[in-house]
Structure formats: C-alpha cells, structure tokens
Nanobody, 125 residues
Framework: QEQLVESGGGSVQAGGSLRLSCVGS????????MGWFRQAPGKEREGVAA???????YYADSVKGRFTIARENAKNTLYLQMNSLKPEDTAMYYC???????????????????WGQGTQVTVSS
C-alpha cells in the first residue's frame, strides 16, 4: 500500500528558506499528480503547488515566484523548495498523491487519494 512521509519542516524567520520532502513508498504513478497542501489553524486546507504528467507545475498565486515543486521519480520523492518565507506561510504542510485520473482541479483535495501525516512550518516575523 502506498504511503507518503513528509519531512523538512521547522521554524525559520521571515525571509528564510526550507525544503520539504515527501517520500512515497510503493508509489509508482509517475504520470499522475502529486501536490503540496497546507492548513493553518482555523482555516481550510489549501493547495500550494502540484506537479503532474509531463512535469507540468501549478502554484497558488500566494506562493508563485517563491516556492518550487519538483519530483525525483527514481527516488519516489516530491520536494517543495520554499524561499522568501512569510509569517502567513505558517501552517501544517501535507503531501498528496493521485492513484487514478480525476477531473478535479490541481488545488482540490478531492483530486488526491493518499496523504502524508504533515510537517509543521512556522515562520516568525
């Protein structure tokens, strides 16, 4: 059974950087989408970035130009490089993966079938 495990979260000051990693054990759907979501206390889970077939990437407007998503299929690993972090980026970050195609948009949680346990990112001003 597929399992996703995130790592790389932590506490940084505004303007700093972090790189999140998500290892997908048993996950081999390289032509399907994987994404990063985040959820702050009292807020809904929101799509941050996704990478799909052909390495097409998608970003939330709030992170464009600051975050970069990438995947290394040989290592079954998804990354999220986060630069110029802001306090409003503080949230629990989740990795998500599709195992079959759906018509949901990349930022819809309903598009994904497997989720990691989350890694906390805290940005102080």
């Amino acid at each position: 059974q597929e399992q996703l495990v995130e790592s790389g979260g932590g506490s940084v000051q505004a303007g700093g950087s972090l790189r999140l990693s998500c290892v997908g054990s048993g996950y081999t759907y390289i032509d399907l989408c994987m994404g990063w979501f985040r959820q702050a206390p009292g807020k809904e889970r929101e799509g941050v970035a996704a990478i799909c077939a052909g390495n097409n990437t998608y970003y939330a407007d709030s992170v464009k130009g600051r975050f970069t998503i990438a995947r290394e299929n040989a290592k079954n690993t998804l990354y999220l490089q986060m630069n110029s972090l802001k306090p409003e980026d503080t949230a629990m970050y989740y990795c998500a993966a599709q195992i079959r195609r759906t018509f949901h948009s990349w930022y819809s949680p309903q598009k994904y079938h497997y989720w990691g346990q989350g890694t906390q990112v805290t940005v102080s001003s």
